[in-house]
């Protein structure tokens, strides 16, 4: 008997009992669709992160002031203004370190005509830009000659841009912060959510002594609040760390065995670990989708053993007109094969369907890609290849004299 045949009695047995292999089949259709929507959330979860690391700027460091003590009680780092704009000068110069920026950070309310926003406000130099990988939509960004002439010109945001003007080009209009008139030169292009989940694009910067002088004052000269800082690559954020914390005891004269009065961070470290937990959370989905499709296995083998068991004396007949053990083996095989591929290619398009319904419904990102679809395909094959087997093997070993006694 050639292989053909043996579809055809495959497809004629399947046909037979067709409400029965219906439900044989949804096990391995819920199984396959399971395992496709939640890699496709997972992947999605993955991708959203991926693209939260790249929009802050790749190998980054944020250097931190130190903290404070008030009344025996400690308070937060960045409390106490410890760093310089000269520090981050010097921490420029490092062999290690690509570009180093001073930040002064505050909020404001923004008015533009009868317009009014609340926004969060930076004082920056022009390098900051080059840290964050950030690029210019319209118009250009405050020269090293306006920062150092403390002049009131500001870049904003697109969410910024779009809150006050609308549909109006911003760039040469003039916006008020805290009172105080500055003229808009630029819009900055989309960044969307931080890791935290702020929104980048709800922002305005403008020239680092401008922040100082004119809108959030400043303890000392030349001081900030913290310094973004962009190593080299990756494979030097370490020794580029060190670099940093090495030179910046040094200039803030800390002694062997105390305390530093700043705080280091590694974004990149802290961004890999949050990718790490995203990628285990898409796997974990993962494994807890392919439950079901052990389940729709045990299924098929279930139904399989019911199926010998019915048609037993047809196996006999099979046999004594000159079937082969081989060909017994592959018929019942074969029907174990073709309900769990219906099933997969089934689920298949539900779990696609069911990523783009819960992308659109719930407004969460999800990613399908042609790997699951293959990861999940294979695996349903695997199963119902595994839990067919053993049915099939007991079709083919029937004694033919005692399957035809069978009534």
């Given amino acids: 008997m050639i292989f053909p045949s043996l579809i055809g009695s495959a497809f004629q047995a399947l046909r037979a009992n067709a409400l029965r292999t219906f439900l044989t089949m949804l096990g391995m259709?819920?199984?396959?669709?399971?395992?496709?929507?939640?890699?496709?959330?997972?992947?999605?979860?993955?991708?959203?992160?991926?693209?939260?690391?790249?929009?802050?700027?790749?190998?980054?460091?944020?250097?931190?002031?130190?903290?404070?003590?008030?009344?025996?009680?400690?308070?937060?780092?960045?409390?106490?203004?410890?760093?310089?704009?000269?520090?981050?000068?010097?921490?420029?110069?490092?062999?290690?370190?690509?570009?180093?920026?001073?930040?002064?950070?505050?909020?404001?309310?923004?008015?533009?005509?009868?317009?009014?926003?609340?926004?969060?406000?930076?004082?920056?130099?022009?390098?900051?830009?080059?840290?964050?990988?950030w690029e210019i939509e319209s118009g250009g960004f405050f020269t090293e000659s306006e920062v150092r002439s403390g002049a009131r010109v500001a870049v904003i945001g697109r969410v910024v841009a779009r809150e006050l003007f609308g549909d109006e080009d911003p760039v040469g209009k003039i916006i008020r912060i805290k009172r105080s008139p500055f003229q808009v030169i630029g819009v900055l292009s989309e960044k969307g959510q931080s890791l935290d989940g702020r929104d980048q694009d709800d922002t305005v910067m403008v020239p680092l002594t401008s922040a100082q002088q004119k809108l959030f004052g400043t303890p000392f000269p030349g001081a900030v609040r913290f310094i973004m800082a962009q190593g080299e690559s990756e494979r030097v954020m370490d020794a580029a760390e060190e670099n940093i914390t090495s030179l910046l005891r040094m200039r803030h004269r800390i002694g062997k065995g105390e305390e530093n009065d700043f705080t280091v961070r590694n974004l990149a470290a802290s961004a890999q670990a949050q990718a790490m937990a995203t990628n285990v959370m898409s796997y974990l989905l993962g494994a807890i989708a392919a439950v079901s499709l052990l389940v729709g296995g045990i299924g098929i083998m279930n139904i399989m053993l019911v199926s010998v068991t019915e048609r037993t004396r047809e196996i006999g007949i099979r046999m004594a007109i000159g079937a082969r053990r081989s060909d017994i083996l592959w018929q019942f095989l074969i029907e174990a094969l073709t309900v769990s591929?219906?099933?997969?290619?089934?689920?298949?398009?539900?779990?696609?369907?069911?990523?783009?319904?819960?992308?659109?419904?719930?407004?969460?990102?999800?990613?399908?890609?042609?790997?699951?679809?293959?990861?999940?395909?294979?695996?349903?094959?695997?199963?119902?290849?595994?839990?067919?087997?053993?049915?099939?093997?007991?079709?083919?070993?029937?004694?033919?004299?005692?399957?035809l006694r069978t009534q």
Avoid at 38 to 59: P, T, W
Avoid at 69 to 93: E, F, H, M, N
Avoid at 344 to 355: D, F, N, Q, S
Avoid at 373 to 387: D, E, I, R, S, Y
């Fill in 29 to 133: 259709m819920i199984g396959v669709a399971a395992v496709i929507l939640m890699l496709a959330i997972g992947e999605g979860a993955k991708a959203m992160v991926n693209q939260a690391i790249e929009s802050m700027g790749s190998n980054l460091f944020i250097i931190l002031s130190g903290a404070s003590t008030s009344g025996g009680a400690r308070v937060a780092v960045g409390s106490r203004p410890t760093l310089t704009y000269d520090d981050a000068q010097a921490i420029r110069k490092l062999p290690l370190v690509r570009e180093a920026a001073p930040v002064v950070p505050g909020s404001a309310q923004i008015v533009y005509g009868n317009v009014n926003w609340s926004t969060s406000v930076f004082g920056v130099t022009p390098e900051y830009l080059t840290v964050r990988n």
């Fill in 341 to 403: 591929v219906m099933g997969c290619l089934i689920g298949i398009i539900l779990g696609v369907g069911g990523a783009l319904l819960v992308e659109k419904m719930a407004g969460l990102t999800v990613v399908v890609s042609v790997s699951s679809l293959m990861m999940a395909t294979g695996v349903a094959l695997a199963v119902g290849l595994f839990f067919g087997f053993y049915p099939a093997r007991r079709a083919a070993g029937l004694d033919p004299i005692e399957a």
